[in-house]
């Protein structure tokens, strides 16, 4: 049979095992309505079979042809772990594609292990760990749509909200910011005072991505060394009282201590909130009615060694920090300002391995420090 004139010569192809699928008729199973509508396929486009599955027909469900299958990664239970591109039954790995990642052929092709939901939002700088349980027990944070649960495990792809907004996340090891900041009295260490008093994150750098989480607290009256990050895994491992960091304060008392009241002291005493000790209590001096002494106690309670000293009979007239476990306060360092700590010493105190630097960053890490000094911005 001759073709008409300016029509293209296309060579007949053999039709695909999807075409003839979708050239079979529709089994009727609703009576005179006829075969079930198909959520993904088009049956009144004549150009259907160009986009068919070429690995076969979908499995039905509850008697409906043609239905979304019950192993949709979007429906599924187990949504998380299908968003990670693992492969499914009968299927190559390369078919696996985290939700949210690009089609393109510059996307990535590495997936990462998943991470407990709690550790990957403290990496981020989002909360403490502690305060992200929280906040999962409350219904405040959503994995994917649903509400997200303790131990619950992400990956990339997983899309996580919390109050409704989107985080975004990342799966690389980056290496953490530590500040160390020398509060001076006057300062309160929180956000937001009822009272208006100024807070020592008026005096601290800004972050574009998370927040500077403040390791323990000083009370409004104490000064010395605050350390303050941007990771949350960090900020735990320095507060969690299971690690048992020591703490070390300058001591100013009023008159001195007798060798029974040191005993006591660093034998144990009771106070409201449980029994309370000194690992090291040492004299250092002082004149007049003022006198000095160095302490160590390994847990960081509310006012606790204001409140040992109070209960023999002493008070505190001047209380500084000096030591935060192995981070000492460095004596160039006046109060009010703040240092960033170098980033191998930052890994080291994180545990994690510090990146290597060639060429410009190397000479730049080599760089001793500098002294910051932050004025608050007026009220």
């Excluded at 509850?62 to 998380?80: I, L, N, Q, Y």
């Excluded at 030591?323 to 980033?343: F, I, N, T």
């Amino acid at each position: 049979m001759p073709r008409k004139p300016n029509s293209p010569f296309r060579p007949p192809q053999k039709k695909s095992e999807a075409i003839e699928i979708l050239d079979r008729p529709a089994r009727s199973s609703r009576g005179e309505r006829g075969g079930a509508r198909d959520d993904d396929a088009q049956p009144q486009d004549p150009n259907a079979h160009l986009n068919a599955d070429p690995r076969g027909p979908r499995a039905s469900r509850g008697g409906r042809g043609g239905s979304r299958p019950a192993g949709d990664p979007a429906r599924r239970a187990d949504a998380h772990v299908s968003a990670l591109g693992q492969a499914e039954r009968g299927e190559g790995a390369s078919r696996g594609r985290p939700q949210g990642q690009g089609r393109g052929r510059n996307a990535p092709t590495t997936l990462t292990e998943p991470e407990r939901l709690q550790k990957v939002l403290a990496q981020a700088g989002v909360a403490s760990r502690r305060e992200i349980e929280e906040w999962v027990i409350a219904g405040r944070i959503s994995v994917n749509g649903l509400p997200a649960t303790l131990g619950q495990k992400i990956g990339p792809g997983d899309r996580v909200k919390v109050n409704g907004k989107l985080i975004p996340l990342r799966f690389t090891q980056r290496s953490p910011r530590v500040l160390i900041y020398h509060k001076p009295e006057g300062e309160i260490v929180s956000r937001d005072d009822p009272e208006g008093r100024p807070t020592v994150f008026e005096r601290l750098p800004v972050l574009r991505k998370g927040r500077w989480l403040a390791v323990g607290r000083l009370d409004f009256n104490t000064s010395g060394l605050l350390l303050f990050t941007n990771d949350g895994d960090l900020a735990n491992k320095l507060m969690h009282p299971r690690y048992e960091l020591e703490r070390e304060y300058a001591v100013r008392l009023l008159g001195e201590l007798t060798e029974e009241q040191a005993k006591s002291l660093t034998e144990g005493i009771q106070l409201e909130d449980g029994p309370a000790k000194f690992n090291t209590l040492r004299d250092e001096g002082g004149e007049g009615a003022n006198h000095w002494y160095r302490v160590t106690i390994s847990e960081g309670r509310n006012r606790e060694v204001r409140r040992m000293f109070e209960a023999v009979g002493l008070t505190v007239s001047r209380l500084m920090r000096v030591r935060y476990g192995a981070v000492e306060l460095p004596a160039r360092l006046k109060r009010g300002m703040w240092m960033e700590m170098p980033e191998a010493d930052a890994c080291k105190l994180a545990g994690v391995a510090a990146p290597q630097r060639q060429g410009q960053d190397e000479k730049r890490v080599k760089r001793p420090p500098k002294m910051h000094r932050t004025t608050p911005s007026p009220r």
